[in-house]
């Protein structure tokens, strides 16, 4: 089916590890985002990408790194997970304009 | 910088009463205005959208919400709650010229038999 599908949808990992959260979108949407959320904040921005090869940091970008190598997939890669990480994941895709954003179905991630 | 203000992380109505989840805007310019609903474990879906048409916007489920630039609101309405409405509701926002939307904190519905 065309869509957004993230995976894993659920990861434990440990304190230190490196992970990495996949994200694919079958629309060819120029824009894709990460969100996280988070009790009492809702979901905050952590990194966007405008097409290939170009992104940038959102309002909570520390401790990730994001790559666009190709239009469909927006992977979001933790360096080395602390607790304060522990979050449900969303990927978001869009066109440019006054248009909505589309979800993926989350990852809940548990850095133990 | 545009934020967005829920009141009520918890609302709390009885089957076929009113639904009222409140959303203010805090933007220079009037933005473009939206309203996503959550269910348990999964993604955010859109309810409905306001892009400078029609003030009173018309979404899925019967929902609708009205842009009221005078007060900086954009609240969520149903006239008769039904217990499938049970979710958690995001109020966002995006700025002319902005690419990512900025969330409201959310508001938990609960719909009481």
């Known amino acids: 089916d065309a869509g957004i599908t993230q995976s894993p949808r659920y990861k434990i990992t440990e304190t230190g590890r490196q992970v990495t959260l996949m994200c694919h979108q079958t629309w060819s949407h120029s824009y894709m985002f990460w969100y996280r959320q988070d009790l009492g904040h809702g979901l905050r921005l952590i990194y966007y990408?405008?097409?290939?090869?170009?992104?940038d940091k959102g309002e909570v970008p520390d401790g990730y790194v994001v790559s666009r190598s190709k239009t469909e997939n927006f992977p979001l890669t933790l360096e080395s997970a602390t607790r304060s990480q522990t979050s449900v994941y969303f990927c978001?895709?869009?066109?440019?304009?006054?248009?909505?954003?589309?979800f993926g179905q989350g990852t809940r991630l548990t850095v133990v | 910088a545009q934020s967005v203000t829920q009141l009520g992380s918890h609302v709390s109505v009885s089957e076929g009463a009113l639904v009222l989840l409140r959303c203010n805007y805090s933007?220079?310019?009037?933005?473009?205005l939206f309203w996503y609903v959550q269910y348990p474990n999964q993604g955010l879906q859109l309810l409905l959208k306001?892009?400078?048409?029609?003030?009173l916007v018309k979404g899925i489920n019967d929902f609708e919400a009205e842009f009221k630039k005078s007060e900086t609101s954009f609240h969520l309405t149903k006239p008769s709650a039904h217990m499938s409405d049970a979710a958690e509701y995001f109020c966002?926002?995006?700025?002319?010229?902005?690419?990512?939307?900025?969330f409201g904190s959310g508001t938990r519905l609960q719909v009481q038999p």
């Open positions: 990408s405008a097409a290939a090869d170009i992104t």
């Open positions: 933007s220079s310019v009037p933005p473009y």
């Open positions: 966002a926002v995006k700025e002319a010229g902005r690419r990512a939307l900025t």
């Open positions: 978001a895709s869009s066109v440019p304009g006054n248009t909505e954003a589309f």
């Open positions: 306001y892009t400078s048409a029609a003030t």
